[in-house]
């Protein structure tokens, strides 16, 4: 009798593949940035890691941590919206190599979001950074909180607001901000067009 062949294990396919193949084709914008996805462990909803961080386990690339945002059932919708607004985080930084915004254009749209607050909006926000200091160790000032974290996410959740209901603040949101905040209403939806058209 013939020795058996030896097993290679196999390693299960990317669940996350389809949906990032699918955000490349739909969205012209990231269309050539690699990116990759992993459900781990720790704060947060969700975490990034820059191409450039040193933790960042797929180096070179973008790479998104799903954490307690998986806690519960998410609908692919949700998570797909969740990814998309993980990305504005790239989009909208400066890359420390070059010293020039990943995307110039979405970077300085990003600046007149900021810049378009309303009170409430930067007051809610000014709470929430406090609120971070004190009880999850934020070492970052306000500025380069709202720089690197705070404005991604209200973006992400404006333009694709989760349907779970206990996120029901961002579907008000993006119910609400063509009455209360016209301006900062055009400003996103200039950005959702440069997301979809790359131009």
């Known amino acids: 009798m013939a020795a058996g062949i030896p097993l290679v294990p196999t390693h299960p396919a990317d669940p996350y593949a389809p949906m990032i193949q699918a955000m490349h084709r ?11 996805v992993s459900k781990g462990t720790g704060p947060y909803q969700s975490e990034v890691f820059m191409p450039w961080d040193r933790a960042n386990p797929t180096p ?9 945002f998986l806690d519960e059932p998410q609908t692919q919708g949700d998570i797909r919206g969740l990814l998309t607004g993980e990305m504005m985080h790239y989009l909208g930084t400066v890359d420390p190599r070059t010293g020039q915004p990943v995307s110039p254009q979405w970077y300085a749209l990003k600046q007149k979001v900021i810049d378009q607050l309303s009170p409430n909006d930067l007051a809610n926000a000014q709470r929430n950074w406090s609120e971070a200091v004190k009880s999850a ?3 970052r000032s306000f500025h380069d909180w709202m720089e690197q974290s705070n404005i991604d996410q209200f973006i992400g959740g404006t333009m694709f607001p989760p349907s779970n209901p206990r996120w029901a603040e961002w579907q008000e949101r993006a119910r609400n901000m063509p009455r209360y905040n016209p301006q900062q209403w055009a400003t996103i939806e200039r950005m959702r067009q440069l997301l979809t058209t790359g131009r």
């Not at 739909?26 to 990759?36: M, V």
Request: aromatic share 14%.
């Open 137 to 139: 160790g934020e070492t």
């Open 60 to 68: 070179d690339q973008f790479h998104i941590e799903l954490r307690h």
């Open 26 to 36: 739909d969205y012209p914008l990231i269309a050539n940035i690699p990116f990759s």
